[in-house]
């Protein structure tokens, strides 16, 4: 008898486990996966399902530690404890994560298999994020006009991509996106960013180059790569009419449709060397009767409900409006 033989109550037991979790066998093939594994890696079951585990784990890991993950069943007959052990998982869209697994030896009816638990290292999470959010304050401090502009805007793009219901993953995304959405401005001479009075139409062309000064800095790293989305296309509009490249409706990234609406906001109900803050409600007229034009209608409409339960909007200003550049 094996695994199969007894795959309801097993598979029970791994899918009512809160941590992504898999079972291989003594040839290392993956024989239960819970759903867990789908949020952390991106795979289906079925396409993990009598897959070799090897496919989960960089090849460099792989040629040092292939002992661990082609003879599961070794460590039943040499009685090893427990392991744990830090790397970086293959997900399917081919970035690594980095990840914290343990394998745990056992047997059913004499035949050999290990269980093998993936957490998200915390750590390494922890120090991206921190390493993030230095980067933003730096920008903040350079680009005087906008001082905890990240901040505000990270926090509202986050909630309104929990509302639209996206994974955890994804909403981490967001946050690291959000958080470098200006990191291109670095590029930007500092008397054009901090221009008091309008630029010019040379100057615009070149602060709207951002984006792709942005993309340039951010593509080789790695573990930032999913996040690039919104440093790169938070100027693209619903309608064609934004830039760097000129993306519509559905071919502008979500995190980067979920960012615009948060960024003109902001934008809109803030202060600028240049003009005065709106009043939040002239700034959710603008929003409104832009919904389908310069924003995702879908986005457009979970903002608005984010925002109306608000019971206080403190900002106020004049009556004129000009979108975030």
Request: proline share 6%; with cysteine.
């Amino acid at each position: 008898m094996n695994l199969c033989d007894v795959q309801v109550n097993f598979s029970q037991v791994i899918n009512a486990l809160c941590e992504a979790t898999l079972v291989f066998d003594e040839q290392g093939k993956i024989v239960c996966v819970n759903p867990s594994v789908t949020t952390v890696l991106g795979y289906s079951t079925e396409e993990l399902i009598g897959r070799s585990i090897q496919m989960l784990v960089p090849s460099s890991f792989r040629q040092t530690h292939s002992a661990h993950f082609q003879q599961g069943g070794a460590m039943i007959s040499h009685r090893a404890p427990e392991m744990l052990m830090t790397l970086k998982a293959v997900k399917k869209d081919g970035e690594t994560l980095p990840v914290d697994i343990s394998f745990s030896p056992f047997q059913i009816h004499g035949q050999a298999y290990v269980i093998l638990i993936i957490r998200e290292n915390s750590a390494i999470l922890n120090a991206y994020e921190e390493t993030l959010a230095g980067w933003s304050h730096a920008m903040d401090f350079r680009d005087k006009e906008t001082e905890n502009h990240t901040q505000r805007v990270t926090e509202l793009s986050v909630r309104m991509a929990q509302a639209m219901a996206l994974s955890e993953m994804e909403v981490t995304h967001i946050r690291w996106g959000a958080l470098l959405h200006d990191i291109g401005k670095i590029a930007i001479p500092d008397q054009i960013l901090n221009k008091p009075g309008p630029l010019t139409a040379e100057e615009w062309v070149e602060m709207r180059r951002h984006p792709e000064y942005a993309y340039e800095m951010l593509a080789p790293i790695q573990f930032l790569r999913p996040a690039l989305d919104i440093p790169h296309c938070h100027h693209e509009r619903w309608d064609g009419s934004g830039y760097p490249r000129g993306l519509k409706e559905e071919e502008i990234p979500v995190a980067a449709r979920i960012f615009a609406v948060a960024d003109v906001w902001d934008a809109l109900t803030s202060d600028r060397p240049y003009r005065k803050a709106l009043t939040p409600m002239a700034a959710l007229r603008y929003i409104r009767e832009n919904k389908g034009i310069l924003f995702d209608p879908v986005v457009v409409s979970v903002f608005l409900e984010i925002i109306q339960t608000e019971e206080n909007f403190t900002r106020s200003g004049n009556p004129d409006m000009e979108e975030s550049e």
